[in-house]
């Protein structure tokens, strides 16, 4: 799977495990938008 920079980018400067949850699921959610992959909760 391919990530963006500027996901590692937010990643690198996140801190907090709650923020870099979300920053994760937002760039999942911009490369899975198919339902699928949100219908087996895993994430």
């Known amino acids: 799977m391919q990530f963006s920079n500027a996901f ?5 400067r996140t801190n907090d495990i709650g923020d870099a ?3 994760a699921a937002a760039e999942l959610r911009s ?5 699928y992959y949100w219908g087996q909760g895993t994430f």
């Open 21 to 23: 949850y979300s920053v």
């Open 8 to 12: 590692f980018q937010r990643l690198a």
């Open 31 to 35: 490369h899975y938008r198919h339902p």
